[in-house]
Structure formats: structure tokens, C-alpha cells
């Protein structure tokens, strides 16, 4: 199988994280659930992970990186541990049910709601996030890229303005961590969303998120932590306040391993090979007759994702076409991006990502090409 539906989940990890999750699982006990040197070894690899992606994020403590199941996990926390009723939120269409719902939800308990539109290349614009924000705007959430048309969003002015109208600005890196460089400090991120199995090509069933020092969020979960077993409430202390239960330490010592894997090759070089494969790609077919191709592709910097339609076939009969004739695996229907499928006008026919990893060669990249080109000229 050509494996092309990296930003769903990236399915060929580094050697070394398989190798540590394997180890992990005969020799990992519970971390801060006892002195002995399997729980003790729990401990140390689930701090040392704290701290690459502490180094990786730029963060200004390590104890600042809580660990989740995935991004979803992630906002479900940063979202309904800061907003209440009566506060003010500012999205954007181009987010992932992952934030979409969670908000819904809110609106319905009296957070007021705010949903930026996008523009028919799926893009919005930092004056019109301003001109969203109102006096009582409490926090900005955003994605950095779309996990539908790949645009990359720049954080950079984003957080310029909330920072300027003393709003919260929480991220959603799903397709970002580990692929772009992300500065939580230069960016002025309050809550950074990210999950470890696409880009920081970990294990399912790791993720996380970086509160900014100083930041209060209501935890999602209480329950056992290792630590103040006789208080009736919770511990308030980061990370431990939003770290209810046992961590999937198997799974963190594989993300530790994916970490130290990221930082010998150089997430600039994995994020220029994955571009030049989604470049060639899109070079080759967006001029093939009834392909249509979706997104800015003016801008220099895109996540590794090109999705199209061809004529009026449904997404999901090319997509099993790609897989059973040509053995190409890529995603279909409608990416969990509705709002995203109503700007681009594909909400009946969904739309055929192409997602591309450094691992993925040229051959396998022109075998696409030629597929697509023959499914057109049916």
C-alpha cells in the first residue's frame, strides 16, 4: 500500500519509537505511584519528555506540558476549563470538530460564539478575527494548519491581537506540532492543543497541551494523582492539576523517542521533503481536465495536504478506486471540517486528501499522479 493519509495519523514511525515502546511495556511501572525502579523509570521518561517538549515548544517550564489522550482531549480541557457562560469566543470555519462541537456545547450553556468565515481558498484574515472581538471576548482559539486544505495559518499576528485586546489565544497544532517551528512565548499562545501521532510521529493515545504559566484552567477530570491522597480535592499544582489518573506512559516513552528522532533530522528538513512531495503532487494534477484542487497554494509555506474532487464523482468512489486499483490509501467525505466543506462548497461530495510524510519517495508520488490522471480521463 502507498500510505497517503499522513494527517489523519502518520503510520510509519521511526524504528526507535517502536523499539521504546516495546521496552516500556516489559519494564514501565506507574509513574508517582511508588519508589521502585520500574515506577522511578516511569517518572524520569515522562519528565524527560515534559522537557523536549518544553525545548521544542520554547515553553518556560516543563512542568507547564500536560499530557493528554490526543488534541481533542486537549480543547475539550483549554475550552470548557476557561470559558463560562456569558463569556465571548472567536473561531474560525476553517476548525476541526474537535473544537467546532465543544463550542457548540458551550453555546448552549451561554458562551456566546463568534465563527469566522473563511474565503472560497479556505483562508481567513487577522483584521477579521479583530473585528470579532468584542469587550467581553474571553479567549480566541484557532487552528495553525487545516487538516483539509492544508493552509498554513500565522499565529504570529493572531497573537498580536489578542495580546492587544487582553484575550486569551488558545491553538490547535494537530497539524503542526513536530512539522512546524512553534515559538508559545514569541507567539504570545496562552493554551497550545497538540496530539503526538500525527507530526511528532509518536503513538496513538499521546497528546498534550502547554498552559502558560500562571494560567488557571479547570480540570476536565479529578481522581487519583500519586500525590495528596488525603485531600478531598484535586491538586492545584501544574502539571499534576490537569493529569487526573494513570498516563499512557507506554505510549510517552514512544513519544520520547519520536522527540529525540525529530531533533537528529531537523523538523526544517522533515517540513521541506514532506513540501516537496505535496508540491510535485499538486504540480501534476491540478492541471488534469475535472480535477479541482483546493487551497492557497500561493503561499510558501502549506502543511503537506493536497485534497481535490474529480468532476462530480464522489469522494469516497475515487478514494476506493485509488486503494483497490491502485493501492494509494487516502482519506475521503468530509475530514470532521464542516465548516471548512460549506466555504469550498463540497459539503455533498466531500472531498480526496492527499496527506504526504518525509517518508513517503517520488515513485510513490508519481504513481498518484498517473492515477488520478487516468480516473479523469474515464
Excluded: W
Excluded at 519528555?49 to 506540558?65: N, S, V, W, Y
Excluded at 508540491?279 to 475535472?290: E, L, M, S, T
Amino acid at each position: 500500500m502507498i500510505y497517503m493519509d499522513n494527517a489523519a495519523t502518520t503510520m510509519q514511525k521511526p524504528k526507535e519509537v517502536l523499539d521504546a515502546v516495546l521496552n516500556a511495556m516489559s519494564s514501565m511501572g506507574n509513574a508517582g505511584r511508588g519508589a521502585n525502579e520500574a515506577s522511578l523509570s516511569a517518572s524520569r521518561i515522562i519528565y524527560d519528555t515534559r522537557e523536549k517538549l518544553c525545548t521544542l515548544f520554547h515553553a518556560e517550564d516543563p512542568r507547564q506540558i500536560v499530557f493528554t489522550a490526543n488534541s481533542t482531549e486537549s480543547l475539550n480541557v483549554a475550552l470548557k476549563g476557561l470559558l463560562n457562560p456569558g463569556d465571548h469566543v472567536v473561531t474560525t470555519m476553517l476548525e476541526h470538530n474537535s473544537v467546532l462541537r465543544p463550542l457548540y456545547e458551550l453555546e448552549e450553556q451561554g458562551t456566546e460564539l463568534t465563527i469566522v468565515k473563511s474565503s472560497s481558498l479556505g483562508t481567513v484574515e487577522p483584521e477579521d478575527i479583530e473585528a470579532a472581538v468584542r469587550p467581553d471576548t474571553k479567549l480566541i482559539v484557532i487552528t495553525n494548519g487545516s487538516n483539509l486544505t492544508g493552509n498554513y495559518i500565522d499565529l504570529m499576528p493572531i497573537g498580536d491581537i489578542a495580546r492587544k485586546h487582553n484575550v486569551l489565544f488558545v491553538v490547535d497544532a494537530s497539524q503542526t506540532a513536530g512539522v512546524f517551528p512553534i515559538d508559545v512565548q514569541e507567539m504570545k499562545i496562552d493554551v497550545l492543543c497538540f496530539t503526538g501521532h500525527k507530526g511528532l510521529l509518536g503513538p496513538q493515545g499521546t497528546g498534550g497541551m502547554y498552559v502558560r504559566e500562571g494560567l488557571a484552567v479547570r480540570p476536565l477530570k479529578s481522581g487519583g494523582s500519586g500525590v495528596r491522597t488525603f485531600s478531598r480535592t484535586h491538586p492545584a499544582e501544574m502539571p499534576t492539576a490537569l493529569e487526573a489518573g494513570t498516563l499512557n506512559g507506554h505510549g510517552i516513552a514512544g513519544l520520547n523517542a519520536a522527540l529525540a528522532y525529530l531533533e537528529k533530522e531537523g523538523i526544517d528538513n522533515i517540513r521541506r521533503r514532506e513540501q516537496e512531495l505535496m508540491r510535485k503532487f499538486y504540480d501534476g494534477v491540478k492541471d488534469i481536465p475535472d480535477v479541482k484542487v483546493y487551497g492557497d497554494y500561493s503561499a510558501k509555506e502549506r502543511c503537506a495536504i493536497v485534497a481535490l474532487n474529480i468532476g462530480d464523482y464522489d469522494s469516497s468512489e475515487v478514494s476506493d478506486e485509488l486503494l483497490t486499483t491502485y493501492g494509494i490509501s487516502t482519506r475521503p467525505g468530509g475530514h470532521c471540517a464542516p465548516l471548512m466543506h460549506e466555504a469550498l462548497g463540497t459539503v455533498e461530495q466531500g472531498a480526496v486528501r492527499f496527506s504526504f510524510s518525509h517518508y513517503n519517495t517520488d515513485e510513490e508520488v508519481d504513481t498518484a499522479i498517473a492515477a488520478i490522471r487516468e480516473l479523469a480521463e474515464d
